[in-house]
């Protein structure tokens, strides 16, 4: 962003982090949203400031609360705008020459630069802002806390498909992914490739597994697949899928059939597809 101000860089690499959670591409994030591939592009790399709309928009799709975000957007904004600049000194139209010098005026009565209303304002605005980024920002979750009301219990939030019904779905989107949703996704196996790591992954609540995967290059494919189920890929297209965690879409797994699940790897630079197994 202009400049890259401290508060610019912050939003854009939150915002990188929060759409690496939903595990879209930019043209797919499009899609869900009302801002275009090439904009998402410009508002990830830092070179434009997202309207705040772009900013809640992303929050939805990734299933956050958005105050976290809006917040360190506010702070980007103040920065991007300007309004937290000092006012620079006024200069001071010369004499003409041969003009006797008048006797020096007693000046009005004017508060120093720092007490003026205007300056007052826009460092009111950057300390809220402030405290609201230190209030939430330093919260150890994004989910608002809250006191448990005696004799009510929690209600554990519920997975979203099982089965051939996730054939295709994202492991975030429908909570297979999420370990805060019905259960905790096991990990069947893990192997190390040229600083790939790769992982099946498997969620008995919903009848699935998936690929995921650290440390991926452009160019890098993956795929997994399980009997009776259609093949799913996924295929790292940009740098903005690097540096992240990212997963395949799910495929139905039969209950048992667990050691059946196959995952291949295509690496950027590799001689062909290389596959495991649980």
């Not at 399980?226 to 139905?252: E, F, K, N």
């Amino acid at each position: 962003m202009s400049g890259q101000a401290p508060e610019c860089a912050r939003l854009a690499e939150a915002l990188r982090e929060l759409r690496g959670r939903t595990e879209l591409s930019l043209a797919a994030l499009a899609g869900q949203t009302a801002f275009s591939k090439s904009s998402w592009e410009r508002y990830l790399n830092g070179r434009k400031l997202p309207p705040r709309s772009a900013v809640q928009a992303l929050c939805r799709v990734a299933g956050v609360p958005p105050a976290r975000y809006v917040a360190l957007w506010e702070l980007a904004e103040v920065a991007w705008s300007g309004r937290g600049a000092r006012p620079g000194p006024t200069a001071t139209e010369p004499e003409p020459a041969g003009t006797p010098p008048k006797a020096p005026e007693e000046p009005p009565a004017s508060p120093p630069w720092w007490r003026r209303p205007a300056v007052l304002a826009t460092a009111g605005a950057v300390v809220c802002a402030l405290a609201i980024v230190l209030t939430v920002v330093l919260s150890p979750s994004d989910e608002p806390r809250s006191t448990p009301v005696s004799g009510t219990h929690s209600t554990v939030r519920q997975v979203r498909c099982h089965g051939t019904a996730c054939t295709g779905r994202p492991p975030l989107d429908s909570g297979c992914g999420d370990v805060e949703v019905q259960g905790v996704p096991q990990v069947l196996r893990t192997v190390r490739r040229s600083g790939v790591e790769m992982q099946i992954r498997y969620k008995p609540e919903c009848g699935a597994a998936w690929v995921r995967v650290s440390g991926q290059h452009v160019g890098d494919r993956f795929e997994v697949s399980a009997p009776g189920a259609a093949a799913q890929h996924l295929v790292i297209a940009d740098r903005y899928a690097t540096g992240i965690l990212r997963s395949s879409p799910m495929v139905a797994v039969r209950a048992g059939n667990t050691k059946a699940v196959k995952a291949c790897a295509e690496l950027a630079g590799s001689d062909g597809w290389e596959c495991f197994r649980p």
